[in-house]
Structures are given as structure tokens and as C-alpha cells.
């Protein structure tokens, strides 16, 4: 199964403030973390105003890292090959740090593969979008991707 994921976080090299991934098949899960106490102002202008622009029914969930990565397990649980797509590498990389428990300690994952696909997903043609939005930009990247399938076959 593939799963669209995008994060936000604290300008290069920051922390993760939100995750979320959304299936092919269209399940999502949308995380929120600590917003730390100082931010880009970059992202204090253009992310945090949006963390919480989803629409009526999308759970999002406040979590810490232990909590994070359980969710994520079980979001991904039953999945025996989960292919993990982004569009920027600093997502594969807060991640992959989103999986860990603490020092030393991680979920059990038996496999996971990534992507990275350089493309744009906005403009997106998804009602009420809302980019800087882990969740959206994740749904975005979901139909821009799944849409250039169709197309190429």
C-alpha cells in the first residue's frame, strides 16, 4: 500500500510540529506535536496559523514522540509492505525520527520502503486546500501523484 506523507516543522533542520499520511485507498492520520516556544519566522507566519485547517472529521491528534510513533504503527499496522511517499526529503527524515520511542527504542516495523518524487502538489483542484497544512499537502501530493498514474499508465 502506498502512503502520502508530509510533515511540517520548525524551519531547516527544526523540530516536527505535525505529520500526517494519507493511504492510497484514502485513510488518514494527522499528528500534531509541541509547538516549540521559538519559532522560524517564517514558519510562525505561514505554518502555525494552519495546523489545525482541516476539514469536519479529520482527526488530528495532539501527540508526544512515544505516543507519535505508536499511532503511526498502528496506522500502518497490517500492512506487510508499506511504501512510504514524499516529496521533500526532510519528511523521510522527521519520520523516521517520528518512529522512535526514545533513546535506543523504536516501533517495530518489520519493513518500510520510501520515495522521494520531486513534484509540485499545488496548484491542487482539492476543495478548500490549504498548503502548509501537513494533512492537505499531504492529500495533495496524494492526487497530483495519483492523477500522473492515470495518465502515464
Given amino acids: 500500500m502506498r502512503y502520502y506523507l508530509d510533515t511540517e516543522f520548525n524551519g531547516f533542520g527544526g523540530v ?4 500526517a499520511m494519507v493511504r ?11 509547538t ?5 519566522p517564517w514558519v510562525k507566519r505561514n505554518v ?11 482527526e488530528m491528534r495532539q ?5 507519535g510513533a505508536r499511532a503511526i504503527a498502528d496506522f500502518l499496522k497490517g500492512d506487510s509492505d508499506p511504501d512510504v511517499i514524499a516529496d521533500w526529503p526532510d519528511d523521510i527524515r522527521l519520520f523516521c525520527a517520528a518512529l522512535m520511542l526514545g533513546p535506543g527504542s523504536t ?3 518489520e519493513r ?8 509540485e502538489p499545488y496548484p491542487t483542484d482539492l476543495p478548500g486546500a490549504v498548503e502548509h ?4 499537502d499531504a492529500m495533495a501530493l496524494r492526487r497530483r501523484l495519483m492523477r500522473r498514474e492515470m495518465v502515464d499508465g
Fill in 16 to 19: 516536527l510540529m505535525s505529520l
Fill in 24 to 34: 492510497q485507498d484514502g485513510p488518514s492520520l494527522y499528528l500534531l506535536y509541541e
Fill in 107 to 109: 516501533v517495530l516495523l
Fill in 48 to 58: 502555525v496559523p494552519r495546523l489545525g485547517s482541516v476539514p469536519p472529521g479529520v
Fill in 63 to 67: 501527540v508526544g514522540q512515544a505516543d
Fill in 112 to 119: 518500510l520502503k520510501f520515495e522521494i518524487l520531486r513534484v
Fill in 36 to 40: 516549540p516556544r521559538e519559532l522560524d
Fill in 133 to 136: 497544512n501537513a494533512w492537505w
